[in-house]
């Protein structure tokens, strides 16, 4: 086994290609002249490609950030939990009741800030088990809720929410919709049209495999107007770095209001042109046999995946320990076989571990990499059965 490449398959951030690399070391430039709004008419255009959204020109002057449709993107210096930050605290009123059902810690992570701005209804599930739809269906019933929040993709546990169910019910209710995409769009299948979604956030270092420190909002008309109302109403919660209504004003002149992360963008922007190259079915198709190709091998190998097997993850896959082993298996994976995965968090740290399909990752590093977690599991005297690894990934 030759040990001398790494296999990088931790779910975020993710290996950057050469040229989003080149990209961020690009010579520095001011943040208002010509030479940078260029940049970010780039990424406005490659953004709403990647939020599955009509096209728009990458070019200045051609109000980049929207298209045919009824969205606009706003670029966030700061990460994904920034960029959701940015959407409640400007969403709702300190009276506003929102319902946020969650099943693992980045859903929690959004109840959580709502808690700061807003009244919330927190329904939490056991982590990796999927939503109880008939609960929620009653919960919007009531008619109370202002808005319903989830966490698409949830990485702690390698569980996808069934966004389509959730969304059309959010419709028939009356209720608006919000989407932490973070590490959803750009690797699996997000309609934020389809499902009339107000605002979805997206975090770079995720599925578009960009860097770590910026991100990015897919907004619709319904949500500027409400944004726009409460301000005018002067109900809103405190903010200024995190003003939707600045960022707004900016927009059009392809701008941030304050001194954007050029370098991110610039990094970013890189890295949605391969994106956009692979496609977005490209890229959904192969996270999808990537998931489905690790998930079946170590199922076959006897171990036990926590997520619902109707919900598991196309981004992330979270594996239970067998009896007997711990992190101490993680560390060894790391130091003696040249190999990342990530552990649990919370209540489930050490006793599971998490592997990436998100990003570029190749099949063919991801086949070598699960050749070095049997071998390494056998040296912690683990019995495996001998199956051909790579035939999962065919």
Not at 273 to 278: M, P
Request: net charge negative; glycine share 8%; charged share 25%.
């Amino acid at each position: 086994m030759d040990l001398k490449q790494d296999c990088f398959l931790v779910p975020g951030p993710v290996r950057m290609s050469e040229s989003c690399l080149q990209a961020l070391s690009s010579p520095v430039m001011t943040a208002r002249g010509t030479e940078f709004r260029d940049v970010m008419a780039h990424l406005n255009s490659g953004l709403r490609y990647a939020f599955n959204l009509s096209p728009s020109q990458p070019v200045r002057g051609t109000q980049s950030w929207s298209g045919d449709d009824d969205y606009k993107v706003v670029v966030v210096s700061g990460s994904g939990t920034a960029a959701m930050e940015m959407v409640i605290a400007n969403r709702f009123r300190s009276n506003d009741l929102v319902l946020v059902p969650t099943n693992g810690k980045f859903g929690e992570r959004v109840a959580e800030m709502c808690k700061r701005f807003c009244n919330v209804k927190h329904i939490k599930y056991e982590w990796g088990r999927a939503f109880d739809l008939y609960e929620l269906e009653q919960q919007l019933g009531r008619g109370c809720y202002e808005s319903l929040l989830i966490c698409h993709n949830e990485t702690s546990t390698g569980i996808t929410q069934d966004a389509a169910a959730i969304a059309e019910m959010c419709q028939r209710h009356k209720t608006s919709f919000i989407l932490d995409g973070i590490t959803s769009v750009g690797g699996l299948p997000v309609h934020p049209q389809e499902w009339n979604a107000e605002a979805v956030v997206m975090g770079a270092q995720k599925c578009t495999a960009g860097p770590s420190g910026i991100a990015a909002i897919a907004i619709n008309s319904r949500f500027i107007e409400r944004v726009h109302a409460i301000r005018e109403q002067g109900d809103s919660n405190p903010n200024y770095y995190f003003d939707m209504v600045s960022a707004l004003k900016k927009g059009d002149d392809d701008q941030t209001p304050w001194t954007p992360a050029i370098n991110l963008a610039m990094g970013w922007a890189a890295s949605l042109d391969n994106l956009k190259s692979e496609s977005n079915e490209g890229r959904w198709n192969r996270c999808e046999k990537l998931a489905h190709g690790v998930q079946n091998l170590f199922l076959d190998l006897g171990f036990e995946l926590l997520a619902d097997q109707q919900q598991r993850s196309n981004t992330v896959t979270a594996i239970l320990y067998p009896d007997g082993i711990d992190d101490s298996w993680r560390n060894r994976l790391k130091e003696d076989y040249n190999t990342q995965v990530i552990g649990a968090q919370d209540h489930l740290k050490g006793k599971m571990f998490r592997i990436g399909s998100m990003g570029e990752t190749p099949i063919e590093e991801m086949v070598e990499g699960c050749k070095r977690m049997v071998h390494c599991f056998k040296s912690f005297g683990l019995e495996l059965p001998e199956l051909d690894v790579g035939s999962y990934f065919v």
